[in-house]
């Protein structure tokens, strides 16, 4: 069942790279209104069955746990996608905007192939995850964190739309950092996948988060080995040490997938400047002139008004409920607490702001990019990087 399970997250996959195809088609097809509606209905159309495809992923390795699959990294982040794909599936259909599946699909396809990276273990669930809680607080905080990046999609197309290319400024810096993040977890998928592929691992002895003796197996060459570690296997490297204060667990492991990911994410980027001989904001700008700013801007702030109500519930309020039951405690400042509250009191002052104040439009629009920025941190960093009572998740 589990075999079965993982052909139809495959099969997901491969039908929203086919889904993304046809809503680029849709941009790119300027020659009648009749076909770019034919390409967005073709990528609506695979979208769902992908989803259904995911779904049943989703059904069918839940029956073989035993428990929801959303208890590790690995199935939190392709719950993750799935919640994505499913909002944007809901946006769609009340828009009718294919330009927002240009990039939404692409982020979907980019989390999923990141989940695809850790380990796909079936395995019981630790003491603090044997609550019906699992349940309710994990699946309802991945469905507000999907729905807000839908928000940054639009964000995303806002800010390429709108901000000056014709000259460099602090705009299109920023908007290009931001694309480089993006080309950052590209660059991710495909470090990890070619190691993997060659069944690259070196080994090191070091002191580990616990103040224990332990050995620690590098998957891809170790640019920056474990503090005061010994390797013990031939490969190459170390240049560096991680930072001792990274304690979480395999820390050094992390990090080091964390640089190789942005190095080749850099190397991506340059050969891209080098195809465009511009900046990359600046090439795709062009494909977006017919667009309608003011309904994206409609899109990313509607995006946020559902989506955080439903963060709310599921990262804040259920998350005190089930800390009260399992640590005896509403609030503990654990890591992924504090980010948790950081990224709630960042969408209520976008719409604060948005409400109050009159940021509409680009200011807005940066803002959305920015929340989705720490939504990600919190899932990568903080989950990964950072020791905490949620490294596990």
Not at 247 to 252: M, S
Not at 281 to 294: E, M, R, T, V
Not at 318 to 337: L, Y
Not at 352 to 373: D, P
């Amino acid at each position: 069942m589990i075999e079965i399970s993982s052909n139809l997250l495959y099969v997901a996959f491969i039908l929203y790279l086919f889904a993304t195809i046809f809503f680029a088609a849709s941009i790119r097809d300027k020659y009648s209104k009749a076909n770019t509606n034919k390409w967005a209905k073709f990528g609506i159309v695979v979208t769902i069955i992908g989803f259904i495809a995911q779904l049943g992923y989703f059904v069918l390795r839940w029956i073989a746990a035993g428990h929801a699959p959303v208890s590790n990294m690995f199935e939190y982040t392709t719950f993750f996608g799935m919640m994505l794909v499913l909002s944007f599936i809901v946006i769609y259909f009340m828009y009718k905007n294919a330009l927002i599946g240009a990039f939404t699909m692409p982020v979907a396809l980019l989390i999923i192939a990141f989940a695809a990276m850790f380990s796909r273990e079936v395995s019981p669930l630790i003491p603090a995850l044997q609550s019906h809680w699992l349940y309710i607080h994990v699946t309802t905080a991945a469905l507000g964190e999907a729905v807000l990046a839908i928000s940054f999609a639009a964000g995303l197309i806002y800010l390429i739309h709108v901000v000056d290319q014709t000259k460099p400024s602090k705009r299109t810096f920023w908007l290009e950092v931001i694309l480089y993040g993006i080309l950052s977890v590209v660059g991710f998928v495909i470090v990890t996948t070619t190691f993997k592929a060659m069944d690259y691992e070196v080994t090191f002895k070091w002191v580990n988060e616990t103040e224990k003796e332990a050995v620690i197996a590098y998957n891809m060459p170790a640019i920056a080995g474990p503090p005061n570690g010994e390797k013990v296997t031939d490969g190459f490297g170390p240049l560096f040490e991680t930072p001792s204060w990274m304690n979480g667990t395999n820390a050094p492991r992390k990090f080091n997938t964390l640089v190789w990911s942005l190095l080749l994410g850099f190397i991506i980027y340059g050969l891209l400047r080098l195809i465009f001989r511009k900046r990359i904001a600046a090439a795709i700008q062009p494909l977006l002139k017919g667009i309608n700013p003011d309904l994206v801007d409609e899109i990313s702030y509607r995006s946020v008004t559902i989506g955080f109500p439903i963060f709310s519930l599921g990262a804040l309020i259920f998350a005190m409920i089930w800390a009260q039951v399992a640590w005896t405690r509403f609030w503990g400042w654990d890591p992924k607490e504090v980010w948790a509250l950081i990224t709630w009191l960042f969408y209520a002052a976008f719409l604060h702001l948005r409400l109050s104040k009159g940021w509409h439009g680009e200011k807005s629009a940066w803002l959305a990019v920015i929340g989705f920025a720490i939504i990600m941190f919190n899932l990568v960093a903080v989950n990964l990087v950072i020791a905490g009572l949620h490294s596990y998740a």
